[in-house]
């Protein structure tokens, strides 16, 4: 069986590491750079990196930023936001990333998938969606819309529909941020997670809402997530890497040990 992984997640604004509850009311958590080298060192398996305003605000991501953490690490990251064309991605894999993220610049272009893939392999592409719970079945049978721009927008597409269109353009990863959980620390949404890890044939990440050890576990287990992002629990200093993976181990989930 492969390892899962487990993935801290930095959502950069302003250079500061900051989290808030479904998209809204950031508060400050840290410096990006102790943060990324403690991960690194305390057993991550990979990083993730966002300028969550940077596609809002429509302008480049934060390319020294992307080349400072680089140095510091010694783990795969993935890097997304402000990422608006081919030459963007080659820049954050020239500043030492191993993935890009693409999320609405997918949606409204989603061409550019593939040319991703022909131009920087499938399995550096990451395709990242914001869903939110809907009642609109009609429109969305899954039971869950793709938004974008930081839930700012509503598109009326069908979240597992767009996660099975994105693997066939070429996406190597889908993360799957539940806009409901985010933030929220009281699961993962398993539902939407287990749909499309069942309904796709490239690895699956949960993101949004961890909160606990079980969280995690059930993402692995009932989710069948092959990795999980967390954020407030490891950076309030709750968790560590370490602890988690443990009690990964103990519940019989396999996962990489550094210590």
Request: one cysteine or more; hydrophobic letters at 45%.
């Amino acid at each position: 069986m492969l390892t899962k992984r487990i993935i801290p997640c930095l959502d950069i604004r302003n250079r500061k590491v900051t989290k808030g509850v479904k998209f809204q009311n950031n508060i400050e958590l840290g410096d990006p750079l102790e943060l990324a080298v403690a991960y690194s060192e305390g057993g991550a398996d990979e990083l993730v990196f966002y300028d969550i305003t940077a596609s809002a605000e429509e302008r480049p991501i934060d390319i020294d930023m992307v080349r400072e953490i680089g140095k510091v690490i010694h783990i795969p990251f993935a890097v997304g936001g402000g990422l608006h064309s081919i030459r963007d991605m080659y820049a954050v894999l020239d500043a030492g990333a191993e993935k890009v993220s693409v999320n609405s610049l997918a949606v409204s272009n989603p061409p550019i998938i593939a040319e991703m893939a022909r131009a920087l392999g499938r399995q550096n592409i990451v395709v990242g969606m914001d869903p939110v719970r809907t009642e609109d079945i009609r429109t969305c049978p899954s039971g869950y819309e793709i938004t974008v721009r930081g839930f700012r927008e509503r598109t009326g597409m069908d979240a597992l529909e767009w996660a099975k269109r994105a693997e066939e353009l070429g996406a190597g990863e889908i993360v799957v941020n539940s806009v409901d959980a985010d933030g929220t620390r009281a699961g993962y949404e398993l539902e939407l997670t287990r749909l499309i890890a069942t309904h796709t044939s490239v690895p699956t990440v949960a993101s949004g809402g961890a909160g606990t050890c079980q969280h995690i576990v059930e993402a692995f287990t009932w989710a069948h997530a092959d990795a999980a992002i967390v954020a407030s629990m490891v950076h309030t200093g709750e968790f560590t890497i370490a602890q988690i993976k443990d009690a990964l181990l103990q519940a019989g989930i396999p996962v990489r040990r550094r210590w």
